[in-house]
């Protein structure tokens, strides 16, 4: 799959937030609103990276924490939050240590993935080089797998 399909032919811009001491982007077209981590209800038998369900004005959204989905260490001194995203046909809330800011790039200032192989790879669609360090960015409905996607129906529908 060619980039300009992959990451649109126009300046694209991302929301860029910390995982522990690593940066990620998400397309900012995916992205509804940015919350703090309200209560959360648990709901048995789901993956240890389902934290549970949360009202947001009347909708049921499932909240994942993208940190043990990815395996990374939390940043304990970061206030955490949660980014409501856009997965048509429903949302999901992504558990962050922090969100840092909106990013404009051109598809020339993306490179493409890095060349590796596995599932968590498998979500990054490229890679941006800022200042001082690499963002990795992630296609946010592709981090979730297919398995992920079934239990967040599954589960909406029991709420709804």
Same mark, same amino acid.
């Given at each position: 799959?060619? &980039?300009?399909?992959?990451?649109? #032919?126009?300046?694209? &811009?991302?929301?860029?937030?910390?995982?522990?001491?690593?940066?990620?982007?998400?397309?900012?077209?995916?992205?509804?609103?940015?919350?703090?981590?309200?209560?959360?209800?648990?709901?048995?038998?789901?993956? #240890?990276?389902?934290?549970?369900?949360?009202?947001?004005?009347?909708?049921?959204?499932?909240?994942?924490?993208? &940190?043990?989905?990815?395996?990374?260490?939390?940043?304990?001194?970061?206030? +955490?939050?949660?980014?409501?995203?856009?997965?048509?046909?429903?949302?999901?809330?992504?558990?962050?240590?922090?969100?840092?800011?909106?990013?404009?790039?051109?598809?020339?200032?993306?490179?493409?993935?890095?060349?590796?192989?596995?599932?968590?790879?498998?979500?990054?669609?490229?890679?941006?080089?800022?200042?001082?360090?690499?963002?990795?960015?992630?296609?946010?409905?592709?981090?979730?797998?297919? +398995?992920?996607?079934?239990?967040?129906?599954?589960?909406?529908?029991?709420?709804?």
């Amino acid at each position: 799959m060619n &980039r300009s399909t992959e990451m649109g #032919t126009m300046a694209d &811009r991302f929301l860029t937030f910390s995982l522990g001491s690593e940066s990620f982007a998400i397309p900012l077209l995916q992205v509804k609103e940015v919350i703090a981590l309200p209560e959360v209800t648990s709901v048995p038998q789901t993956p #240890t990276y389902f934290l549970g369900i949360m009202n947001l004005r009347g909708q049921v959204i499932t909240v994942l924490d993208l &940190r043990v989905k990815l395996g990374i260490k939390p940043n304990d001194q970061q206030e +955490t939050v949660v980014i409501i995203c856009d997965l048509a046909p429903y949302s999901v809330g992504i558990v962050v240590d922090s969100v840092n800011s909106v990013l404009a790039a051109t598809p020339e200032q993306i490179s493409q993935k890095p060349e590796l192989t596995g599932t968590k790879v498998e979500s990054i669609i490229g890679v941006y080089q800022a200042e001082d360090k690499l963002i990795l960015i992630l296609d946010i409905s592709h981090t979730l797998n297919l +398995t992920d996607h079934a239990a967040v129906k599954k589960i909406q529908a029991k709420a709804a």
